[in-house]
């Protein structure tokens, strides 16, 4: 079992940055992929970016350049740093651990993008 805790999401104006944490527990951290999903009002979830357990990422075509996950396994944590943020991007951003057979998801951080 993982339980997984997202913080640092808020309110930040057109063009700045933020950065999302994603706290595990539970054991076995290093074998999940991790992802961040977002979900805005009357949209589907989406994926934004993903990490494996041997580092390789991807990303939406809508945050590569401006978006970077990381993951530090010893801290059993996984980043998201958001730069060059647009009101677009202005969601419910939650963390996800994935493995062949579990899928885990936190319970969101709201993040607004607005002047």
């Known amino acids: 079992q993982v339980q997984l805790v997202e913080s640092g999401g808020g309110l930040v104006q057109p063009g700045g940055s933020l950065r999302l944490s994603c706290a595990a527990s539970?054991?076995?951290?290093?074998?999940?992929?991790m992802g961040w999903y977002r979900q805005a009002p009357g949209k589907q979830r989406e994926l934004v970016a993903a990490?494996?357990?041997?580092?390789?990422?991807n990303y939406a075509d809508s945050v590569k350049g401006r978006f970077t996950i990381s993951r530090d396994n010893a801290k059993k944590t996984v980043y998201l740093q958001m730069n060059s943020l647009k009101p677009e991007d202005t969601a419910v951003y939650y963390c996800?651990?994935?493995?062949?057979?579990?899928?885990?998801w936190g319970q969101g951080t709201q993040v607004t993008v607005s002047s």
């Open positions: 996800n651990a994935r493995s062949v057979i579990q899928n885990y």
């Open positions: 539970g054991s076995n951290f290093i074998i999940y992929t």
């Open positions: 990490i494996t357990s041997g580092g390789s990422t």
